[in-house]
């Protein structure tokens, strides 16, 4: 099992990827800590620190391991029907980030 903590917060323009389970114990980034990154970036970075292993993510959601692999290493991309299999089985949702009021 990977010990990396599953805990995160990265916004991508007006969306965010966040991980179900950190939001429910209180483990976002504050704001000081946000960067901007992809949405294919978080998605690596959430494969990465599952407690699932990549071989068993494949197993799962019938994703090749190939495949997986070489999304995980930004060789190639995955189709949304992949995405949300993945985001499922991880328990991920994309959800858009708050508006910040223009001064």
Do not use: W
């Not at 190939?66 to 991309?77: A, I, P």
């Amino acid at each position: 099992m990977r010990s990396k903590q599953n805990s995160y917060e990265v916004a991508f323009g007006a969306n965010v990827l966040y991980n179900r389970q950190s939001i429910a114990m209180g483990k976002v980034m504050n704001k000081k800590q946000k960067k901007t990154i992809s949405v294919s970036q978080q998605l690596r970075e959430a494969i990465e620190t599952s407690e699932l292993t990549r071989y068993r993510i494949s197993k799962e959601t019938g994703i090749a391991q190939s495949t997986l692999s070489e999304f995980v290493h930004g060789n190639r991309s995955l189709s949304l029907a992949n995405v949300d299999k993945i985001c499922e089985l991880i328990n991920l949702e994309l959800t858009q980030k708050k508006q910040q009021p223009l001064k």
